[in-house]
């Protein structure tokens, strides 16, 4: 099974005051479990390191850049770099939805699961599931 992890998924395991943390933490297990391939995207990376180190500390954000590495290495975790081409598709994507107050990030995410689309999305924003993606756990 391939699962792509938004920021808000990587952000409920690692944060342990985070508000889904705990139905988080659960889910992200049985995805271990189920020996699940993660996929996410440099810029959902950048968004998650970002607030690990203003939330919880640079030590926290190092030990995440750590587990990345150790990840990808492994062939469990995928991470797909935005290009050019990406680009010029979240531009359209968020030029379309302007009443849907996208982020940027999302535009991305969305152009690359086009190219490399994934059976759900780990993690706790809407915007996924009004672009027909499954996401769970569910809020």
Do not use: N
């Not at 990345?68 to 995928?78: P, Q, R, T």
């Amino acid at each position: 099974m391939k699962v792509l992890v938004e920021a808000g998924g990587w952000l409920s395991v690692l944060i342990s005051t985070d508000r889904y943390h705990e139905r988080g933490s659960r889910y992200f297990q049985e995805l271990i479990h189920r020996r699940t391939r993660f996929f996410t995207t440099d810029f959902i990376l950048d968004e998650v390191i970002t607030r690990l180190r203003y939330d919880v500390g640079h030590s926290i954000a190092l030990q995440f850049l750590d587990l990345i590495h150790e990840s990808e290495a492994s062939g469990i975790l995928v991470i797909h770099s935005i290009i050019q081409e990406d680009w010029g598709r979240a531009e359209a994507i968020f030029r379309q939805y302007k009443e849907s107050k996208l982020s940027f990030t999302d535009c991305t995410t969305f152009a690359i699961l086009e190219k490399h689309p994934v059976e759900e999305v780990f993690g706790y924003d809407q915007h996924f599931e009004m672009m027909g993606h499954i996401l769970k756990p569910g809020i």
